[in-house]
Structures are given as structure tokens and as C-alpha cells.
């Protein structure tokens, strides 16, 4: 079958740097899609993988590696407004596989 | 500002009814999607469009329809036949089409309930 983990939860303080894993497994692999989700709001789209490697944007960068069906999202500085879920996702569109989503949750 | 508007934010359906969900875009995208969220698991695609007068079939079709009579619109109906229609609905949109690996925007999402 086909599927994406990710861990359910995660806790991390203001200021420090935050991994969030997903491990997928599809038929096939298209690009790998990373998105933000502040609590009742839309999806917003953070990073797109790929190819093997780290995409750095600001103080947010994503990993994929192919062969081991594997992505991180990593979050430097944290900040309040970092609390939210992010979502891990394969392509292509008209056939995404979505992970259920890791809930961070930041403290002062 | 272009983006994707839903309408309403909160719907409440009773029991044997239709409701009507909308989506407008003025982003000039030409693939639109419907996602149904539920707690603790991924989005799962209902209906997707690429272009206008023709939609196909998501995972979780059953229960529900869509039209795509105007480029900027995909409004979906959920049916009576929908037994548990309680979720969190998200429209998206994306240029070129739903085979590409276009960054997908979403419009502010409708929470629907049964009474």
C-alpha cells in the first residue's frame, strides 16, 4: 500500500531548532511537498523536494532523500507563530498522498 | 489580492439534505480540487477539475458532486447519500494541470456539521 509517517505531535522551545520526519512509501515518486497548517486555516506551501538534498529558504530547509524514502523539514529560530502543523505530501496532484500532519507545538 | 475563497466558513447539514460548498478563484489557475480533513489523517481528494466542463473522480467521490461551469468556480454538493459529511472541506487550486507538481493554494476551508 501506499502511505506517509509522520510523527503525531512535537514540542519545542522559542528560539531552539525543531526536525520534523516523514518516511513515505508510493508506487511512485513525483516531488515531495511540504505545507503549514495554523489550527482551523488553509494549507500553506513551505518547500517542494525533488532531488536528493537539503532546499534551505529562510529559516526553514527540507531534505529528501530518494532511495530512502525519507524527508525532514527542519525549522531554525523558532518563533510563537511556528505553532501549527505541517504536512507532508508526494505528487503528483492529481493523486497527492498525505501525510496526517505533525502538530508543533512551541514554548516560551 | 487574487486567491481562493470558500464560502461559507460554517455550514450545518440536517439529516436528507444537499449542501452546497463554494469555491471561487481569481488566480487564472486552471486545475481546481476538493479535500475533505479529518482528525488525525492526511487530506483525501474528493473531485478534481483541469478544465472547465470536465472534473474527475478523487479517492472519496461517493456522496458527493461538482460542477465547472466557469474557470473560477468549483462549487461541490454533498448529498444525502454522504452518511458522515462531518469535516474540515478545503478547495485548492494550481496552474497548468493536476499532473504537474504545481504548488497548490487553498482557499480558508468550510466546517461542516450535522444537526
Known amino acids: 500500500g501506499q502511505n506517509i509517517d509522520q510523527p503525531t505531535e512535537m514540542t519545542a522551545t522559542e528560539g531552539a531548532i525543531v526536525q520534523i520526519n516523514c518516511t513515505y512509501q508510493t508506487s511512485g515518486f513525483n516531488g515531495l511537498f511540504w505545507y503549514q497548517q495554523h489550527a482551523g486555516e488553509a494549507p500553506t506551501f513551505l518547500s517542494y523536494?525533488?532531488l536528493d538534498g537539503l532546499e534551505e529558504k529562510g529559516r526553514f530547509s527540507s531534505f529528501l532523500s530518494r532511495s530512502k524514502g525519507y524527508s525532514y523539514l527542519l525549522l531554525k529560530e523558532l518563533q510563537m507563530k511556528d505553532s501549527a502543523s505541517y504536512l507532508c505530501a508526494v505528487g503528483p496532484n492529481y493523486q497527492l498522498i498525505w501525510g496526517a500532519g505533525t502538530k508543533l507545538i512551541i514554548k516560551p | 489580492d487574487g486567491g481562493i475563497t470558500q464560502s461559507p466558513k460554517y455550514l450545518f447539514r440536517k439529516e436528507g439534505q444537499n449542501v452546497t460548498l463554494s469555491c471561487e478563484q481569481n488566480l487564472n489557475h486552471d486545475a481546481m480540487y476538493w479535500y475533505r480533513q479529518d482528525p488525525g489523517q492526511g487530506l483525501r481528494l474528493i473531485y478534481y477539475s483541469q478544465i472547465v466542463n470536465d472534473f474527475q473522480k478523487g479517492d472519496i467521490a461517493e456522496g458527493y458532486s461538482v460542477s465547472r461551469e466557469k474557470k473560477e468556480s468549483f462549487p461541490l454538493t454533498v448529498t444525502s447519500a454522504q452518511k458522515n459529511p462531518t469535516a474540515f472541506y478545503l478547495c485548492?487550486?494550481?496552474?497548468?494541470?493536476?499532473?504537474?507538481?504545481?504548488?497548490?493554494?487553498f482557499g480558508s476551508g468550510t466546517q461542516l456539521s450535522v444537526l
Open positions: 485548492a487550486s494550481s496552474r497548468g494541470t493536476a499532473a504537474t507538481n504545481e504548488k497548490l493554494f
Open positions: 523536494n525533488v
